[in-house]
Structures are given as structure tokens and as C-alpha cells.
């Protein structure tokens, strides 16, 4: 008698198959019973989730393995970890937002969408010295959100994410007891970080205003139709995702962005106002807490272009919120005017007036770590008389008979910040690339840039700017045998030391007023210079990494470190002024990273992390490099990973996944994978939707670089179907040649460019059985503008356009495409309409097609519920058409038992 019997499919898909046994024979029920259960992980209208294998890959605790970073200031003792739970759940994603022109608002919290979605389930503090492990008190119903240690390092401050507000929240290292510090909710929409003031007394936030009422309400019926006027305007924009659309968007943006920026006590919870509210964008405070420098979103607001590229002004304002001075204004441009009469246009400066503007703009401005007062770079209109510390006159003026040289200058510029309280710090002839100072402000290191190359000094303030070498320019010498200039260290070493590769660079620690500081000996004589040299390849050994001793004054060096190459090693902090201790990571391709507390003296050692391999189906498969060779002569990498069980010779049913990148010839693609063809010494990790995983599925998976290379008078996108074809050809007849491949059951992918290139595969050649393309762009038309790094537009370059758009030739689709897409994709020109289209087309033209719309995600799904759903069905679509592709697409597989 024919009987209805229920089945799980183990190891496979979290669905149950239902088959009915009428005398055909078990192999062919069981063979009916797969090809169900694939159809109906295909056209499931609820999320599912993929084999058994694929799923623990995805939901692999990332979390767990830990490194030791950056310690508290101070004692340098603790170590923070958030505590992570994981992929986002969809509910976290779905909580209601706004989304005003790029601009997205949690509505209900007040704060920016990001700060939810990417939130932490909790704080956890290690102890380096004595192991002790904190959990940091979260208060119940809250995620965690920014963290920032006060200057002293007693404190850890935490933004408490509660459903329907944002609170800071102080933390006590020792006991991880915590308390609430604001009263008022925090607007984190725009400023989503807190800053401490240099004596760890009060915290700068950006608060409600007061009086603050719910977002402006949606009129119940329109009030006007959506208007757009463009007269004799010149605006070629990139096709943005979202712009604001109705004056209703305006006054939600106003609302959302309107802020009270507030200095608060961290003993009384005392709320200080900085002047009124205002529509805040970005926030720097000065370290005493009395200056600030402020950027504000100006009116009037654009439907054309995305909230970042609104109007805003920069200024520095007092503890009143006074303007004291305005360091730059962006206004809104929408384009130029097209209109012919000179005297409508607006003057512009010239590319000269420009690049002279450029040439003497203040850089790198930021407030001075340990004086009241800004620090910026400049270079001086004029010639400066010579190089060094200079006093308050901030006008240099050439020596009687010195040649006029352009210097580059660090300037201090104190309150009320006016065009007299500027003060020349340092100046020389050389380019100014970063500074630096001691913790106390008594030295500057300063790093100049100059023909020869870069140079590392120390500049004594208090004794008139006398200045030291610390690292000076590699020694040239004159190559014998072509006469070349060829750059090398000193044979001996820089100033009595080791000889060294490359440009080392000061170590730093975090400065007792907040600022990063550079790292000097408890008695000021030396500071600490760390760096690598190259890795050994003939020998196998890993880049060493080494710190050494440098004294200020005489710059002899001392190595008191160095790894010894065995495995890639990386410095993570030193816990003491004279490194006497410190962190370090060692990982290879084998072995997970670990984080090891090293007493440099004896070089005893303590290791600190138990991280373990989270992945071990895929670390350990069969990695592979490729050179396929195209007919025209073009060669590119190819890399394919294999299962870890692979046996020499079997040719596997295969999935392409790629990117193509354009470049002008061979040399420039070779150029850019001279470092990728080194072999790997880190350890491999992989993200929840990691292609490796489907070796667990029996794939080998092939990545091609796939180059897009321009020919004679042409750009390269004007050879990409051809170079497309060729370089699929050329990979499939490379690996077909290896006994690797199944050439006739292959599948193709990619995300986002790759997806669109994967579905321009499939309508220009014949090779694949079945496609994955997600979050792309496939009808140039809708990206009249210019795409990647195409510039011209659509009528420039209308041939390039059409033959690109795969959507032209859909009726040419070979294979069966799945599709997905983000429906809040903000990526500039991937609209999910695109897939839409694409599917209502080939829905049309009767092709084997389906299209998964995946709500409240992104441009690359994060929810856990999203990303197990998609491996779902791309594991049962490519077992459908591609492994099942020599069975006339069934794929024979044994039922088992639920266990």
C-alpha cells in the first residue's frame, strides 16, 4: 500500500520532505524525495535554513576569539572585549527607522540606525597582570553602544542602547559596577560618540534639547504633489539611493539632527549648556572642556542630493556658544548653470587659484594635546629665514642673502583664535607629514618629508628648539653595475644600530589628557622606535617584528626586541613607559592568533588568549594558484579552494564567484597582485557568507581575478563583454586541463559589481548551469551617469552602456539565475528595482529565475535570519541545476533518518 511517510533530511535543509512510495524503486523515491525537498527550499515563503554544515559555519561563534588591543591610560593594565551575540536578529534590524537621504534614524531611540544594529550584547575588562575577568554591569533591558576610557583610566564610559533611548553610563574597572550619568537622553543621531575632558571630570555629549517633542507628524493626506524643476541646471549626480522627497523628510531631518551640546560632571551629573540648541554634525571639544569645534547641517536642504552633501559650516565656538571663528563653509551646490549669459554665472576660481588656495591651507588641524589652543600645519606664503623652533612672531622672514625657500610650518593658535594668537611652533624647508608630542609637552616629534626621503626628529621646547635626529633617511648608494640610484640601509645600521628595512615609526601610548602621546622612559632619555624587517622567503621565516631603544639626544639605537620569524607576529602595546613589558600576537597560516604578555628583560612569556580554530572544515581545505593564459596572451591569477577531503584528479561540479577590476595593461594588473602571490602567514577567518563554505558541499570554488584591459584609443569597459568571455574561457579551460572541474557543471556569482558581471557571464557565454547575483546593477540605462569607474555617461558612451546591460540580452540567458536583493540597498546605483526588472523579464521570457527580497538590509545582508535563509537557497538552487546538472537535474541523494 502506498504510505505517507515524514522524513527530516539530516545534515540538509531544516524542512521536512513528505513522499508517497508507489512501487517505483527506493533509489527513485529517494532520488524524488531530494528533488522535492531542493524545490521546496527554493519556493519556501519563510526563512529557512541551509545544511547543517553551512549553518554552524555562519553561526560559528566569531566572538569568542579575542586579541589584546589597546589597554586602559593609566595603569595599562585592563583590556576591553564587547561581547558580541552574533549576527544581528532580524528584530533588531526591524525596529522602525527613518531613512531621509542617506540620514538613518532609529525613530523611536533617537539615535543613528547603525548604533542598534551594530549594537554589543555586553562589556566584559581582562586584567593582563593578574588574569582577572570583569563583566562589565549592563543594566537590563540595554545593548551596548561607544565606549571611552577617561584620560586617568578609572573610568569606562558606555552608551547604554535602551529600546527607546540612549544613556551614558559609567563603569568601574575593578568591580564593573556601573551608573547611570545623563538624566537627559543623549541625540545620537549625527554624534554618536562622548568625549572626556583631559582631568576625567566631565563628559561632552550632545543631548536633547529641551522641550523636545515627538518627530513631526506625516500629514494624513498629501498636502502637495512632488515637485522637481530644473532650469538650465548642470548637476550630474551618481544615481543615489535615497533622497529626501517631501518638506515633510525636511522637517523630520531638522528634528532629528537638532541637539544640545552639554558639558556634564561626572560626580553630580551637573548639566553645563554650551549656547542653543542646534542641528549638530560633528563634535570635537577641546581638552579643558571650554572650546569646541563644531560642525552644523545648513539650510536649505536638497531633494537632488543625500544629507552628506548638504551645506555645513565649521566653526570654534566658546563655553557660551559663541562663534569665535569659522574654519570653513561648504555650501550646498546643486550644480552649475547652463545658461549662456556670462553675467548669470557665478565667478570660480581657476585651477591655479585653486591649487595656490590648497598649497597654503591649514592641515591637520586638532587641538593641542597639552595647552589651550589648536595645532595646524601650513606652508608659509613667503620664505622663512631657517629651520627650527621659532617664538610668538608667527611672520618669518628671509636672512640678509638667504635664498627664498617655501617652509612648511606647525602652528599653535590660542583663543579667541583671531589672526594675531597664532604662533609658530616649528618650521622647515622639508614637507610636514605628522607630529607628535611627549605626554608632559615638552618634546615634539616631528616626521618631515624631503627628497631624500622621511626624517624623524626630536624637537626640545624648553630648550630654545634644539632638535635631534631620531631616524634619518635610508643611505643611497650607486648601484655598479647600471649606475642606478638604489636606496639601502646602512650597512653598520643607523647610528650604532642594527641595520634596519623600511621606515620604522614611534611608539605611542594613550596620553594622560586623552591625546595619543608618544612613548618616552620614565627618566625622558629615550624613546621607542618599532618596525619589521621584510620576511625571509628563501628561509620560510615570517617579517620580524622589533622595538628598539633610540636615545633622544645622541639617536643610538638598542634592540630590545625582536620576534623571531617563526610565525607572523604583530606589537600590541607596551604596558610601561621603558617596555618592560609588553603584548604581542603570533598567528600562521596553522594556528590561530594568540595574545601573549612577554617580559622583555628574560624573555619569559605568558599566554593570555585560548583561541581556537572556529572553522576547521574550511581552514584546512585546498587552496590553489592558478595562472590561466587568455588566446590573446593575457595571464591572470586564478585561485581555487578545494574540499579538505580532495582527492588528485576528481573533477568537481564547480562555483565561480568574482569582481572584475579594470586596468590599462598587464603590467598594472601585475603590479597589484605582486603582494596577494606571497603566501599567506595569517591565520584564515571567514565571514558569515564566506564562499569557502560550500566545500563543505562538495564545491570547489573558483575565484578569478577576471581583468578588464584597455586596448588603443579605448577604455577598458569598452573591451568588457570580450574580456569577460575570454577570461571565463581561459579560467575553465585551465582548470579543466587539471583534472579539477566539471566543465559541464559549473555556476557563477557575485555581489553587488560581481553580480552584475555574473549575470553578463550568463547572457554572453554558455558555460554555466546556474547563477548567483546579488545587490547588482543590471541596466545601465538606470546609471545614465557614469558606474564604477566608468566617467563617461550614457551619451558619451551609449555602445558601452548597452552592451553592458545584461538586461539587453536577457532573452540570451543561459542557465538558471537566482537573484537577491537588499530592499534598503544605499549603495549608489544597485536600486533593488533592478532585480525587479530583471526578473519580471526573464519571468517573460520563461527562464528558470527566482528572486529573494530580503527586508530591512543593506548593500551585504547582516541579519542572522537573512544570511542562513540565503545559504538556504544557494546551496538547494546550485544542487538543483549544477551538481544534479549530469542527472538531468535531479541529484541522487540518499535519505536518512532524523536523527
Not at 506625516?218 to 498636502?223: L, Q
Not at 589652543?373 to 629665514?385: C, D, E, I, T, V
Not at 602621546?517 to 617584528?545: H, I, R, W
Request: hydrophobic content about 35%.
Amino acid at each position: 500500500m502506498p504510505s505517507l511517510v515524514a522524513r527530516r533530511w539530516p545534515g540538509r535543509f531544516a524542512l521536512f520532505a513528505a513522499f508517497v512510495c508507489t512501487g517505483v524503486s527506493p533509489l527513485a523515491a529517494q532520488t524524488s524525495t531530494a528533488v522535492n525537498a531542493l524545490d521546496e527550499a527554493i519556493a519556501a515563503e519563510r526563512y529557512i535554513t541551509p545544511p547543517e554544515a553551512v549553518a554552524k559555519l555562519v553561526t560559528a561563534p566569531r566572538g569568542d576569539n579575542v586579541s589584546f588591543g589597546a589597554p586602559n591610560p593609566g595603569s595599562r593594565q585592563w583590556f576591553l572585549r564587547s561581547v558580541s551575540d552574533g549576527l544581528p536578529a532580524l528584530a533588531l534590524m526591524g525596529k522602525p527607522y527613518h531613512n531621509l537621504g542617506g540620514f538613518q534614524v532609529d525613530r523611536v531611540a533617537s539615535r543613528s540606525r547603525s548604533l542598534t544594529t551594530r549594537s554589543a550584547a555586553g562589556l566584559e575588562l581582562r586584567n593582563a597582570q593578574s588574569g582577572k575577568l570583569v563583566t562589565v554591569n549592563v543594566p537590563s533591558g540595554a545593548r551596548v553602544g561607544p565606549t571611552a576610557w577617561s584620560p586617568d583610566g578609572n573610568t569606562l564610559a558606555f552608551m547604554a542602547l535602551f529600546d527607546d533611548a540612549t544613556h551614558i553610563y559609567l563603569a568601574d574597572p575593578a568591580s564593573g559596577r556601573s551608573r547611570q550619568l545623563t538624566r537627559t537622553p543623549l541625540l545620537a543621531t549625527h554624534v554618536t560618540n562622548m568625549e572626556w575632558t583631559a582631568d576625567s571630570r566631565s563628559i561632552v555629549a550632545v543631548l536633547f534639547p529641551d522641550g523636545r517633542g515627538a518627530e513631526p507628524a506625516a500629514p494624513a493626506v498629501a498636502t502637495e504633489p512632488i515637485v522637481r524643476v530644473n532650469d538650465r541646471n548642470k548637476l550630474k549626480t551618481r544615481t543615489y539611493a535615497s533622497l529626501l522627497t517631501t518638506p515633510h523628510d525636511k522637517a523630520l531631518l531638522t528634528h532629528y539632527s537638532t541637539g544640545q551640546l552639554a558639558v556634564i560632571d561626572v560626580r553630580s551629573r551637573a548639566v553645563r549648556k554650551v549656547g542653543a540648541p542646534r542641528m549638530i554634525r560633528s563634535l570635537s571639544a577641546s581638552p579643558d572642556g571650554q572650546y569646541f569645534r563644531v560642525t552644523t547641517l545648513e539650510e536649505p536642504f536638497s531633494y537632488l542630493l543625500p544629507v552628506s552633501s548638504f551645506g555645513q559650516t565649521e566653526e570654534v565656538i566658546d563655553a557660551q556658544g559663541q562663534s569665535l571663528v569659522e574654519l570653513s563653509k561648504r555650501p550646498l551646490r546643486e550644480g552649475e548653470s547652463t545658461d549662456p549669459d556670462p553675467d548669470d554665472q557665478p565667478a570660480r576660481p581657476t585651477p591655479a587659484a585653486r591649487s595656490a588656495a590648497n598649497d597654503t591651507a591649514k592641515r591637520s588641524m586638532g587641538w593641542h594635546p597639552s595647552e589651550p589652543g589648536l595645532l595646524f600645519m601650513q606652508r608659509a606664503p613667503a620664505a622663512a629665514a631657517r629651520s627650527g623652533a621659532r617664538g610668538a612672531d608667527s611672520t618669518a622672514r628671509p636672512a640678509a642673502g638667504a635664498s627664498a625657500r617655501r617652509m612648511d610650518r606647525l602652528v599653535h593658535w590660542l583663543p579667541p583664535f583671531d589672526s594675531t594668537s597664532q604662533k609658530t611652533v616649528y618650521e622647515t624647508a622639508s614637507r610636514i607629514s605628522s607630529t607628535r608630542f611627549s605626554d608632559d609637552g615638552s618634546i615634539l616629534f616631528v616626521t618631515e618629508v624631503g627628497t631624500a626621503g622621511a626624517t624623524q626628529l626630536a624637537v626640545m621646547l624648553n630648550e630654545d628648539g634644539k632638535k635631534y635626529t631620531l631616524v634619518a633617511p635610508p643611505a643611497r648608494s650607486r648601484d655598479s653595475t647600471n649606475g642606478d640610484d638604489s636606496t639601502q640601509a646602512a650597512a653598520a645600521g643607523r647610528r650604532g644600530g642594527p641595520p634596519q628595512d623600511g621606515t620604522p615609526s614611534l611608539m605611542t601610548k594613550p596620553g594622560r589628557r586623552g591625546a595619543p602621546s608618544v612613548m618616552t622612559s620614565g627618566d625622558g632619555q629615550y624613546a621607542f622606535l618599532e618596525g619589521s624587517t621584510p620576511a625571509d622567503t628563501a628561509a620560510g621565516t615570517a617579517p620580524k617584528v622589533w622595538i628598539d631603544r633610540v636615545a633622544i639626544r645622541t639617536g643610538e639605537r638598542t634592540r630590545v626586541y625582536e620576534s623571531n620569524g617563526e610565525l607572523s607576529e604583530s606589537i600590541g602595546a607596551a604596558l610601561d613607559d621603558d617596555v618592560a613589558q609588553i603584548i604581542v600576537s603570533r598567528e600562521s597560516a596553522t594556528q590561530p592568533s594568540q595574545s601573549y604578555l612577554v617580559n622583555v628583560a628574560d624573555k619569559s612569556e605568558r599566554q593570555l588568549t585560548s583561541n581556537r580554530d572556529l572553522f576547521p572544515e574550511v581552514s584546512s581545505a585546498i587552496k590553489r594558484t592558478v595562472v590561466a593564459r587568455r588566446a590573446d596572451g593575457y595571464t591572470f591569477n586564478v585561485r581555487v579552494t578545494l574540499p579538505a577531503d580532495y582527492k588528485e584528479g576528481t573533477r568537481l561540479p564547480a562555483m565561480f564567484w568574482f569582481y572584475p577590476r579594470e586596468f590599462a595593461n598587464q603590467e598594472a594588473y601585475d603590479r597589484s597582485t605582486a603582494r596577494s602571490s606571497e603566501p599567506s602567514r595569517r591565520f584564515p577567518n571567514f565571514s558569515p557568507r564566506s564562499m569557502a563554505f560550500l566545500t563543505t558541499q562538495g564545491y570547489a570554488l573558483v575565484e578569478p581575478d577576471a581583468p578588464i584591459f584597455a586596448s588603443d584609443g579605448m577604455q577598458p569597459n569598452d573591451n568588457y563583454v570580450a574580456d569577460l568571455r575570454n577570461n571565463l574561457a581561459a579560467t575553465i579551460d585551465a582548470l579543466d586541463t587539471l583534472n579539477i572541474i566539471d566543465r559541464h557543471r559549473l555556476g557563477i556569482g557575485g555581489h553587488s559589481y560581481g553580480a552584475f558581471s555574473a549575470v553578463n557571464a550568463m547572457v554572453h557565454t554558455p558555460f554555466f548551469k546556474a547563477g548567483i547575483a546579488g545587490d547588482g546593477a543590471y541596466n545601465r540605462t538606470l546609471t545614465p551617469n557614469g558606474f564604477q569607474s566608468e566617467r563617461r555617461d550614457f551619451w558619451q558612451g551609449r555602445e558601452t552602456y548597452l552592451a553592458m546591460s545584461p538586461f539587453m540580452y536577457a532573452d540570451k540567458l543561459n542557465g538558471a539565475l537566482l537573484l537577491y536583493h537588499s530592499t534598503d540597498d544605499q549603495n549608489v546605483g544597485t536600486a533593488p528595482i533592478n532585480s525587479e526588472r530583471l526578473f519580471h523579464a526573464l519571468q517573460g521570457l520563461g527562464k528558470d529565475v527566482s528572486l529573494y527580497m530580503y527586508p530591512y538590509e543593506d548593500h551585504g545582508p547582516i541579519a542572522r535570519e537573512t544570511v542562513l535563509d540565503q545559504w538556504a537557497r544557494w546551496v538547494a538552487w546550485l544542487d538543483k541545476y549544477v551538481k544534479g546538472a549530469g542527472t538531468n537535474g535531479k541529484t541522487p541523494v540518499a535519505m536518512e533518518d532524523a536523527q
